[in-house]
């Protein structure tokens, strides 16, 4: 009897070990890769994306771009009612990508009350409501990269300015209680390497770390 008891709950064991596994390279994560206006967050994006993992490009570009192409003014110049829209549309893209496995984000919500922050405003509780239900994985932040800040059509901001955003948006998601993961400068290529391979080592220790507490409960049952 104890011998069967044992093979039991060996079979047990690996039939749970097989299923975290599972579980764990399967379920929908949402990576965010972030930080202040040229960091290089797009460039990494359209590489993860080359490599065939899904991503959420950027809604605030789009916005800026569909406004300017119009003729429009630069829409952060009524910074409340362009981030109303960018939530919608955050929202919006997010839910479409609800059952890819693993999905990396050009920005996500939290980024949002930085730029309230920016600015002076009151965050809108429906910005705090999305941010407590958005659910991030892991949240990757990128550090500035030596070569020379550039300003364009969409990125208006000086150089102090996206300095002092970079420490907002960092403040916006440990406020959610996010441990936030430093990108160092490097190329586009070394710092997509350096992204797979966290989340892969990360995701190795959620699984060890499991296993281990279920070695351990199954050892106190067979005592």
Do not use: W
């Not at 749970?16 to 890769?33: C, D, E, P």
């Not at 730029?115 to 958005?134: E, H, M, T």
Request: proline fraction near 4%; charge should be neutral.
């Amino acid at each position: 009897m104890k011998l069967f008891s044992h093979h039991l709950c060996r079979c047990l064991f690996i039939c749970i070990g097989l299923f975290l596994s599972f579980t764990i390279n399967v379920t929908a994560h949402k990576i965010v890769i972030t930080g202040g206006p040229g960091v290089g967050k797009t460039s990494l994006i359209e590489d993860l994306e080359k490599r065939g993992y899904p991503v959420i490009h950027e809604a605030a570009t789009s916005l800026i771009q569909e406004e300017l192409a119009k003729g429009n003014a630069h829409p952060t110049s009524n910074r409340d009612v362009f981030q109303q829209k960018l939530l919608a549309k955050q929202i919006e893209m997010e839910q479409e990508h609800q059952e890819a496995s693993l999905t990396f984000l050009d920005r996500g919500m939290m980024d949002g009350i930085a730029y309230y922050n920016l600015d002076g405003l009151v965050v809108p509780q429906a910005l705090f409501d999305a941010s407590r239900k958005s659910n991030y994985y892991l949240i990757f932040v990128l550090d500035f990269l030596p070569n020379p800040y550039e300003i364009n059509s969409v990125r208006k901001e000086p150089l102090e300015i996206a300095q002092k955003i970079h420490e907002l948006i960092k403040k916006a998601y440990q406020s959610f209680g996010y441990t936030l993961i430093a990108v160092p400068p490097a190329s586009i290529e070394d710092r997509a390497t350096f992204v797979l391979n966290y989340i892969q080592e990360y995701q190795q220790s959620l699984q060890q770390e499991k296993t281990t507490s279920i070695t351990a409960s199954l050892s106190q049952k067979n005592k």
